[in-house]
């Protein structure tokens, strides 16, 4: 009977506190955990190579086909890097993919409720987030888009099209834009993934608002497509120059990077308000 | 330490969680018992954050467990479904939680070989059976060294090795001084882990206590006895506060008198036994009565 006894146990005050080995959270920490996790994910490792393929391929084959370009009056240098760039209208699909994935996929698969256990303050898990996918995406796509310009370049020279340098006008803008543009696509697909929590429900908004939306809106009667230069695509595309592809009034190009930059800000500050009230 | 003060979790119209209040002590194993529904899982989810109650507080070793600065070492948490990434293997899995706390691979590897996934460390979750997905669970819950551990239905899916292997564990946990909270279905289970015990009914406690006392309440179970001689046997037993009861075959359910007592009389009459159990199986017999009533209170008293 000597198990009833010990049912009730000595005042706690007195007891030692058990051994324990956590060290208290901090965001540094927090990154290093969510590192671990997009290191070893293959997803990430996919998305990032169709993304550096798709950049450098797509924009060596238009280099590499057609009527060589030659720089004019109407044609500028920073136009012929634009239309090399068109890759990126692909690659931001599957870099947002990659951002949805980072938190709707710890929803589908359950392991946010460790990660929040583990971090129960939360915020620093959406910030840790964010921190490594733009560490990742940046160096990645700023490699892929230098690659794809002296690719690009390199294959005009040789069919006798004009020679573009990084240093003619809006020619550097736009190479260090187009890397600049997907990672803040990347990042709105983070904030819809933590907004929204499904994969299934991220990616269609997402492919609405990057795909269906514009494509729609450009087949709209011109008096009602006031609204065309501030969606998301159509302003940070200018950054790299894509509204030359679409033609159509459009913003300048830093005035249109600051809009999109104005989305993910928006839509990050909802996730981490969603994040903060909602059950996990 | 958990401190559980006017719990309260309405989803919509449905209230999971109602008024709930206790205390589970270190030291000591307690059970968290209740049907299906009862509100368990939601309670554990909300001592460790992940839902915010309606209304009411809950305290980890006395603090805001959100709140805590160092949260892995006050609290590790086992959820009912599964919490891993199937993508990752177990190691990292368990590295993306420990980098959390500043812990690192040796600390992994540690409780990787508590938890008896040495051979499968390096593969993908997603793969894992239930039981080694339970394992995991386990040691990710240990990664800390918490203060309080929380388990729902740890169990759940494990071969008879692995049932051992908790058993030994909560009770191992608890006699370091920990504070040792787990939920199960299997009554059985509880009564040879737990020392304590917190029952649920419809989101409402219904008792704490003791598993001895609780089971101690149960007017049924008794000893199976089966003999031969079960007439002579009948007789011999046979006092006032003694039942026996005989179905017809060779099996005596005999209640108010010890296993001890009964064996002693039958060798001293020279009647053979084959067989002489006492029942502790009473604990789901006494389970089933308290929630029962809660159930029926419960259904009458609702529009």
Redesign the interface.
């Known amino acids: 009977m000597s198990?009833?006894m010990?049912?009730r146990?000595?005042p706690?005050q007195g007891?030692?506190?058990?051994?324990?080995?956590?060290?208290?959270?901090?965001q540094v920490?927090?990154v290093?955990?969510?590192w671990?996790?997009l290191r070893?994910?293959?997803?990430t490792w996919w998305c990032a190579l169709i993304a550096v393929v798709l950049i450098i391929g797509l924009g060596a084959a238009i280099a590499g086909s057609g009527a060589p370009y030659k720089i004019s009056a109407g044609n500028s240098a920073a136009g012929g890097v634009t239309i090399s760039l068109v890759g990126i209208l692909f690659a931001q699909l599957v870099l947002g993919v990659l951002g949805i994935l980072l938190f709707s996929?710890?929803y589908a698969?359950?392991?946010?409720?460790?990660?929040?256990?583990?971090?129960?303050?939360?915020l620093p898990v959406l910030w840790a987030k964010l921190i490594v996918l733009v560490g990742l995406i940046l160096p990645v796509s700023l490699l892929a888009a230098v690659a794809e310009f002296f690719t690009a370049t390199a294959l005009e020279s040789s069919r006798g099209g004009s020679a573009i340098s990084l240093t003619d006008p809006g020619v550097l803008r736009e190479v260090a834009g187009a890397s600049l543009y997907l990672t803040v696509i990347a990042v709105i697909g983070l904030a819809l993934g933590a907004l929204l929590r499904r994969t299934a429900a991220g990616l269609s908004v997402f492919a609405a608002v990057f795909l269906v939306v514009p494509l729609v809106t450009a087949y709209l009667p011109q008096s009602i497509q006031g609204f065309a230069p501030y969606l998301p695509s159509n302003a940070g595309g200018t950054i790299w120059g894509a509204g030359k592809l679409f033609g159509g009034h459009q913003l300048g190009p830093w005035a249109g990077f600051a809009v999109l930059c104005g989305y993910a800000v928006v839509l990050t500050g909802l996730a981490a308000w969603r994040l903060q009230?909602r059950?996990? | 330490m958990i401190e559980i003060d006017g719990l309260t979790k309405r989803y919509g119209d449905k209230t999971a969680v109602d008024g709930l209040s206790f205390v589970v002590e270190p030291g000591v194993v307690t059970g968290f018992l209740g049907p299906n529904g009862a509100g368990k899982s939601t309670t554990m989810r909300m001592i460790a954050g992940l839902d915010r109650p309606t209304s009411g507080t809950v305290r980890v070793n006395g603090k805001h467990y959100p709140g805590a600065a160092a949260p892995m070492s006050e609290l590790g948490i086992l959820l009912d479904a599964r919490s891993v990434h199937p993508g990752l293997s177990a190691r990292n899995n368990l590295l993306a939680l420990a980098r959390t706390a500043g812990l690192g691979r040796r600390r992994v590897d540690e409780v990787i070989e508590l938890a008896g996934l040495g051979e499968v460390a390096g593969a993908r979750a997603g793969g894992f059976s239930l039981g080694m997905g339970q394992r995991l669970g386990v040691a990710a819950a240990l990664l800390g060294g918490p203060q309080t551990v929380v388990l729902d239905e740890p169990v759940n899916g494990l071969d008879p090795d692995g049932v051992r292997w908790i058993r030994l564990l909560l009770k191992s946990l608890a006699a370091e001084g920990r504070t040792v909270f787990v939920s199960s279905h299997l009554m059985s289970e509880m009564a040879q882990t737990a020392t304590r015990l917190v029952v649920l009914g419809r989101g409402k406690l219904i008792s704490q206590t003791s598993v001895e006392e609780f089971t101690g309440h149960a007017t049924t179970g008794g000893i199976l006895v089966r003999t031969p001689e079960t007439a002579r046997l009948g007789q011999l037993l046979a006092a006032p506060d003694v039942t026996v009861i005989n179905d017809g075959t060779d099996l005596l359910r005999v209640s108010g008198i010890t296993a001890e007592q009964i064996g002693t009389a039958a060798w001293r009459a020279r009647l053979p036994l084959y067989e002489l159990t006492p029942t502790h199986a009473s604990l789901e017999e006494a389970f089933m009565q308290v929630t029962q009533d809660s159930i029926e209170y419960h259904a009458g008293a609702t529009r």
């Open positions: 198990a009833v010990q049912t146990p000595g706690t007891a030692p506190a058990p051994a324990t080995v956590a060290g208290p959270v901090t920490r927090v290093r955990s969510e671990t996790k070893a994910l293959r997803s996929g710890e698969t359950g392991m946010i409720r460790a990660t929040l256990a583990a971090a129960p303050s939360r009230r059950d996990a």
